[in-house]
């Protein structure tokens, strides 16, 4: 027991490291920094370096309790900057996958809208390049034209932003293809799905979380601009990184997703008592979708 604590003590420090400490230094030594050299001499390393030197000549710089003091209130303020961007993290993961608050409704639901007609026109002129190909009126590469439809989103937008309907197209996907209800299969899923499983989609899921936390820290960087105006270049471009590879990380937890259900879901299918014989079809499918929801 006492080893397990120690490697447990390890790994739990090592995280707040990585997550707060680190990247909240970094911040705080721009904001310093930032705070230093101010709007007008936003590149001059020699005023940075005469305030360092300034500082250092301080009595108080050589007196081992306020050396003390300084890095403990440095650790403590680039953790609490690191809890702020994790908040500000979550609130950017919900924009990103479309759960907006209420008073954003207006603006979500005009841009549902407008991702329903792009991807409803797209479906559109891929039905109708398949349709012609099949009576040999048309020589058109249909391939192209589904990709199309596709980079818009994988089933019908029902989301304001691209991740969010990313997420539900699995849960559409699925439905579709076997008449299994996700959200109430996932949880008994996830009972069955073996180690390695389960440690791939909780990567995936962190994955998402850890670009979302990069989002934050993009707008805690945006806001020294208001005393060093570089940071306005540096918050947009750190958001806009953020935001591709959430993207990337959205996918693949998606993918992992379906995947579960397509490799596991006659495990669970047994687990529920529920017959097998012939794969996982839309007959067992639906029958446990029974189970699950206790009928309804």
Known sequence: ???????LGDKLAEKWLSLLVLPGLLFLAVAAGGQVLGQHHPFDGGRLSRRVDMLAAEPAAHATGTVVLVAAAVLAASAGA???AAALGGAVERLWLGDWPAWAAPVARALGVRRQRRWEAAQERYREAVTARVRGTGSSDTAHLNEARNRIALARPQRPTWMGDRLLAADSRVHRAYDLDLAFAWPRLWLVLPDAARADLQAARAAVATTARRGGWALLYLGVSG?????????PVTF?????????AVSAHAELVESAVDLYGRDLAAALGVPCTDGFTREVGLAVTRAVRKGA
């Open 1 to 7: 027991m006492g080893g397990f604590l120690a490697a």
């Open 82 to 84: 690191g809890l702020l």
């Open 227 to 235: 005393w060093w105006w570089p940071a306005a270049v540096i918050g």
């Open 240 to 248: 806009l990184a953020a935001w591709y590879q959430g993207r990337a």
